[in-house]
């Protein structure tokens, strides 16, 4: 039993992530797998973080574990469950000191969180009703351009204007997509206006959780730099990001382990 090691893995819809953290609360391991609940994704994961700990042999090895996110009940073999705003908060806190709003958007839903002066969660609100405005919209559009989802800030940053995209629901602005590429609408401006329509989406949803800086941005979304900017632009605050935004729930998960000690 390593007990100086505490694991929290984030099952989430669309990729599973695990980190594993020391004592001190310092990240030694992750792993992630473009794949969520109820695949192979969470095995892998883990399977990662764990091969990146030297003296590691197994994550059942580790002192107490903990998981969160949309598939967190499948993972009987944890001690804890903690649900993903809980954990998104506890890791944003720790990573962005003084952080009073996080922006996570995820593979398939967009929730804004408001904390309190001591990092602690006071209220949230989301999006888990509708794909716009998530990543899925933005995974559906890079297969329609055929580039990758991590493709679409490069291009978005080689758009000379905005192409807005009127309609809300994913499936009429896919459609609306095709027929712009269709007419010779080059496609940076097209991802332009893609990006525009999320910022929209998710400004609408952190006017009514009540924005207050610092604001933070979660979730493998916050990976898009060109889209982060216009999101910045449009709320009117500097947003603050990390390499591991996608890990923010996993590192949360795991600060839980760490501190229960179980
Ligand atoms: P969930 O927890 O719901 O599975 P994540 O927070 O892991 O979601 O985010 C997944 C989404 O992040 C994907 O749907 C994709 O749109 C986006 N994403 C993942 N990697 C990147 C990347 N490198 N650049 C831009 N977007 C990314």
């Known amino acids: 039993m390593a007990s100086d090691l505490y694991l929290g893995i984030d099952v989430g819809s669309t990729a599973s992530k695990c980190v594993i953290v020391d004592a ?44 969160t996110g949309y598939g967190r009940h499948l993972e009987s073999w944890t001690e804890l469950q903690k649900s993903e705003l809980s954990c998104h908060a506890r890791g944003a806190a720790e990573l962005f000191g003084g952080v009073r709003t996080v922006i996570d ?25 509708c794909a716009a405005g998530t990543g899925r919209f933005l995974d559906v559009m890079a297969g329609v351009f055929g580039c990758k989802v991590a493709d679409l800030s490069g291009l978005d940053r080689e758009s000379t ?37 999320v910022v929209e989406r998710t400004y609408g949803l ?35 990001t990390c390499d591991d935004a996608q890990y923010v729930g996993a590192y949360g998960a795991a600060l839980f382990a760490l501190a229960a000690d179980c």
């Open 105 to 129: 958007i995820g593979g398939q839903d967009a929730k804004v969180l408001s904390l309190g002066k001591d990092g602690s969660l006071a209220s949230f609100v989301m999006n888990d009703k």
């Open 161 to 197: 204007e905005v192409a807005p995209i009127s309609s809300t629901c994913t499936v009429f602005a896919e459609s609306e997509v095709i027929s712009k590429l269709a007419s010779g609408i080059a496609i940076p401006n097209i991802v332009a206006g893609v990006h525009e329509s």
């Open 206 to 240: 952190a006017k009514r959780a009540g924005i207050v800086p610092d604001v933070a941005m979660t979730g493998g979304v916050a990976l898009n730099a060109a889209l982060r900017e216009r999101l910045e632009r449009r709320i009117g605050f500097p947003i603050v």
């Open 24 to 67: 001190q609360g310092a990240i030694v391991g992750r792993g992630l797998y473009a794949a969520g609940a109820g695949t192979a994704g969470p095995r892998a994961c883990v399977d990662e973080a764990v091969a990146q700990v030297g003296g590691l042999a197994s994550a059942e090895d580790v002192a107490c574990s903990c998981a």
